[in-house]
């Protein structure tokens, strides 16, 4: 009781607060806050991003740099910040320039040349009191060899001044920021298996890839991209690899399954290490290959070898498989659940959760934490994330994979609790929800379609709202769902009968009712209730 209690108290702070927490991203992504210095008698942060993501032909008209130093307490920006910054890629002077942004937040608009850092030329205003730029709207144009090549580049941020024009700190008191940033790569190149070619895109978020090549016998493909694997480096900083393989659904062989082998540097990678999205893009399968600080430093710390490479090798396993699947639907967004039908109790079940914005596009970096319970109401697992300062799972890609033993065949209840979702990390859709799904003994059959099976009058919410307020007991529910039941007015599928003895009905069920009279989850939520309450022998049908 204790672990299910944390887990509803940290949600109902979270669903409150956690728009004040402060995210960070850095290596190996487009966009940073990076943590708050003091400078005086207040802490103040700094947001990094660069755009584009991905360099392509398309993007180059859209490149700059945004650097915003803000209050870390009101998350407003600190008025005239002198940024003095500098830029590296592969050790390479690329600028070094003061600028200087009355607002707090500077643009800094690129024009990516093949120059050197000395050629480097500034389009704005030079500020009289200080030998800065600025310009209108506190943007500049700057023409320099930054954002030119996809890989990763190293920005050092030292803040010279805040508050007014003429204020330029002691050398003691300037702040130091460092942030790595990367720009990705798109290789492309055609494969051919069975006799027949097909287009794969490799997409790169960290570097630039090299060396593809395709094993038609095992249908592997592998690349690689360069990598400094200094532990100091690696323990230091935040850090994520981030590798698409875009291949053609036609291609069957490879995008016709839900099972890969991966690897990294030789070392196995699956589970949520190997993601497949085949819902972004029509006619596209797309498998993520997603390394975390923790996945690296693993790697790291098993290999032997000196390299300045990572390796990557994908391989499709199982063909076509059967799955079960269930959706978990929010005030707006759902998420969805799919399994392995052949797996079942006391297999360890890899549960794919996917979630969708309200158009059914994949809703993307999505942090998340899940519960499971029993029939009984026993937690049988549950994980908010393991960083107190930033809880939640993070699930860039909007389609994540938590292996689950289940003990027994049986119902149980997945709730899931949405923290934030996008880069910005954005609050709209957050909530709590839940949904019960069957595990069998093996090799079942995918769920029937409940919907098809049940007939709920609309005036049976006036009950579900009463319930839930209290103005009824639980018995006058009970009494009253029984009799609709009976007499035929509300149709609810069979329920499989379970062991228990508990005449208590849980609190997820009285809160389904309360949901499903404010329209906020649908007649499926609130029936498997009712099916869970006959199934215990509350409700005698």
């Excluded at 806050?33 to 008209?61: H, Y």
């Excluded at 690329?94 to 500077?106: C, I, K, Q, V, Y």
């Excluded at 991966?262 to 990678?269: C, D, K, Q, R, T």
């Excluded at 098809?452 to 009463?466: C, E, G, L, M």
Aim: with cysteine.
């Amino acid at each position: 009781m204790r672990r299910k209690l944390f887990f509803f108290l940290l949600a109902g702070v979270l669903l409150t607060q956690f728009c004040a927490l402060t995210p960070a991203f850095g290596d190996g992504l487009a966009m940073e806050n990076l943590p708050p210095a003091t400078f005086g008698n207040r802490q103040a942060a700094l947001f990094v991003k660069i755009n584009p993501p991905i360099l392509t032909q398309d993007t180059v008209s859209d490149t700059y740099l945004q650097l915003r130093l803000f209050d870390d307490v009101s998350k407003k920006p600190v008025p005239h910040t002198s940024f003095f910054l500098t830029v590296w890629k592969d050790d390479e002077l690329r600028l070094r320039n003061l600028f200087h942004a009355h607002s707090g937040e500077m643009t800094i608009k690129i024009i990516p040349s093949n120059i050197t850092a000395n050629e480097v030329q500034v389009f704005g205003d030079e500020l009289p009191e200080l030998p800065a730029w600025t310009g209108y709207g506190d943007r500049v144009d700057v023409k320099a060899p930054v954002l030119l090549d996809a890989g990763l580049y190293h920005f050092e941020i030292k803040i010279f001044g805040i508050d007014y024009d003429r204020n330029i700190f002691a050398e003691g008191d300037i702040k130091t920021f460092n942030s790595w940033l990367s720009v990705g790569d798109i290789s492309n190149h055609t494969i051919t298996h069975g006799g027949k070619s097909y287009p794969v895109s490799i997409i790169s978020y960290y570097d630039q890839i090299g060396n593809f090549k395709f094993d038609q016998t095992k249908k592997t493909i592998s690349f690689e991209m360069p990598f400094d694997w200094d532990l100091k480096r690696l323990e230091s900083q935040t850090i994520f690899v981030h590798q698409e393989i875009r291949v053609p659904k036609e291609f069957k062989e490879f995008s016709e399954t839900m099972t890969y082998d991966g690897s990294v540097n030789g070392f196995p990678a699956g589970g949520r290490m190997l993601i497949l999205d085949p819902y972004s893009i029509e006619d596209t399968s797309i498998v993520h290959i997603l390394l975390t600080k923790e996945d690296i430093l693993n790697i790291a710390a098993k290999s032997s070898q000196k390299t300045d490479r990572m390796t990557f090798a994908v391989t499709p396993l199982a063909s076509s498989i059967t799955q079960n699947t269930f959706d978990i639907k929010f005030d707006k967004i759902k998420a969805r659940i799919s399994y392995d039908s052949k797996l079942g109790a006391g297999d360890t079940i890899p549960l794919e959760i996917s979630f969708f914005e309200p158009d059914g596009k994949l809703l993307k970096f999505v942090r998340y934490g899940f519960s499971i319970e029993d029939s009984s109401g026993k937690v049988l697992a549950e994980n908010v994330g393991t960083d107190k300062q930033k809880p939640g799972i993070l699930s860039t890609e909007g389609i994540d994979v938590q292996e689950i033993k289940f003990p027994s065949a049986g119902t149980y209840r997945l709730k899931l609790l949405v923290l934030s979702h996008g880069l910005e990390e954005l609050t709209a859709y957050q909530g709590i929800a839940s949904n019960s799904f069957t595990v069998g003994a093996g090799g079942q059959k995918p769920a029937p379609d409940v919907q098809s099976q049940y007939r709920i009058p609309s005036w049976v919410k006036n009950n579900a709202k009463w319930w839930a307020d209290g103005t009824i007991g639980d018995g006058d529910f009970v009494q009253g769902i029984q009799y609709l039941i009976k007499q035929g007015i509300m149709k609810i599928p069979s329920s499989q009968k379970s062991q228990g003895a508990s005449q208590t009905i849980p609190s997820w069920v009285k809160n389904n009712a309360k949901w499903w009279a404010d329209g906020t989850i649908g007649d499926g939520d609130f029936v498997q209730g009712i099916q869970y309450l006959i199934g215990r022998g509350i409700i005698k049908v």
